[in-house]
């Protein structure tokens, strides 16, 4: 059996090894093999962007080598997919290389589009990636005062980020002495500040505990650059003197161009992982058009249920479990502070006080990821 994971971030890294360590013996036996594509030899651990774009790791921190996060019986090619024919189990690469499959993971995950918006990417700091995180620090050490608008576009990776640099502006300009000097107000698409309800309800106080300014159905439609202004899409309209964003995201360009879902996202069974249509077709993570969080904890336990059924397939000819949900997300509010939203398809969030402890377990498990996503956690 040919298993093709194409994507070495958090899901497709995770489906892999523990794939590999529950196939030991049929790969020793030459009954199976694991192949994973990426288009880097490098796995980033992308929550720690937001922590250097307040200065509080260095971009080296959050790279390993790919290769050294893989159980050593995965065939594993720097060699991004470039085209998915599901029709006859073959995908090729930018390489030229075909790949054929029995079981294929989509593991291609998401990316920021911040020029569906004119004017966003010029005119805006975020912290998506690495280059635009340490613009973000850079931009935050020079500012000496005024307005901060912070605005939101759905869909987007980590939906829990809005609030969380939110409660990082407030406690970055108050250890820097000028928090009475900045306004921030916090702008979010729908009619509540956050697309959970039980996260909109325990953030709403906080914010105005903080002093902290919001407006909801505020739609981003473009950015004035010249004269620092943010206009909606619903007619309203902020001067700025800092803008922070979380772009709108897609799914993979390689999903569109192969016509397997609209905007990048695969139409996925909730429970099974499946791709609609497709029996021999997984989709984890990011990549999915689930009604979850695009997080790392989502991906993580979809990975578990997809690894689990792929050597249970192979073992005994059928899946033995299913993907209820669960999604665990921290909540980092403010520099020493956290708590965590835990839920699943039928159970939302119960919010608890912030608290140190938590705060000191997510910094804690900055370290963790690196084992958690060989799947040894």
Same mark, same amino acid.
């Given at each position: 059996?040919?298993?093709? #994971? +194409? !994507? ?5 890294? &995770?489906?892999?090894?523990? /794939?590999?360590?529950? *196939? ?126 912070? #605005? +939101? !576009? ?5 939906? &829990?980020?809005?609030?969380? /640099?939110?409660?990082? *502006? ?135 249920? &997809? ?71």
């Amino acid at each position: 059996m040919k298993i093709l #994971v +194409v !994507g070495g971030g958090t899901g497709g890294t &995770i489906i892999a090894n523990n /794939v590999a360590r529950r *196939l030991a013996s049929e790969i020793s036996a030459g009954k199976a093999g694991i192949t994973m594509l990426s288009d880097s030899d490098r796995h980033m651990y992308q929550p720690g962007l937001m922590y250097v774009a307040f200065g509080q790791m260095m971009p080296d921190e959050l790279y390993r080598d790919q290769a050294s996060l893989l159980e050593s019986s995965i065939d594993f090619h720097v060699d991004p997919a470039e085209n998915f024919d599901l029709d006859n189990n073959r995908v090729t690469t930018a390489s030229g290389r075909t790949h054929d499959y029995d079981i294929l993971v989509i593991a291609t995950g998401s990316r920021i589009m911040p020029k569906n918006i004119p004017g966003l990417n010029e005119g805006s700091e975020t912290f998506y990636t690495e280059e635009g995180a340490i613009k973000m620090f850079k931009a935050l050490r020079e500012f000496e005062g005024g307005r901060v608008a912070i #605005v +939101v !576009g759905v869909p987007h990776k980590c939906p &829990i980020a809005p609030v969380e /640099v939110t409660f990082s *502006l407030h406690d970055y300009f108050k250890s820097r002495g000028i928090r009475d000097k900045v306004e921030i107000k916090y702008h979010y698409p729908i009619n509540r500040i956050h697309s959970i309800e039980n996260v909109a309800a325990w953030a709403e106080p906080e914010f105005r505990r903080m002093g902290v300014e919001y407006e909801t159905l505020f739609n981003v439609e473009e950015v004035d650059v010249e004269n620092k202004i943010v206009k909606s899409l619903e007619g309203t309209e902020y001067q700025y003197d800092l803008l922070i964003s979380i772009p709108e995201h897609n799914g993979a360009e390689v999903i569109i161009n192969s016509e397997l879902g609209q905007d990048g996202w695969i139409p996925t069974d909730r429970h099974t992982l499946m791709m609609t249509g497709h029996d021999n077709v997984y989709v984890v993570g990011d990549t999915t058009d689930l009604p979850v969080s695009k997080t790392g904890s989502a991906a993580h336990f979809q990975a578990e249920v &997809i690894a689990e059924n792929i050597a249970s397939v192979i073992k005994i000819g059928a899946p033995v479990t299913e993907y209820n949900g669960k999604v665990y997300c921290f909540i980092e509010a403010g520099f020493d502070k956290a708590t965590y939203a835990m839920f699943n398809y039928d159970f939302p969030p119960d919010l608890k006080e912030p608290n140190k402890s938590m705060h000191w377990f997510k910094v804690s498990y900055n370290k963790m990821y690196w084992s958690s996503v060989r799947g040894l956690l």
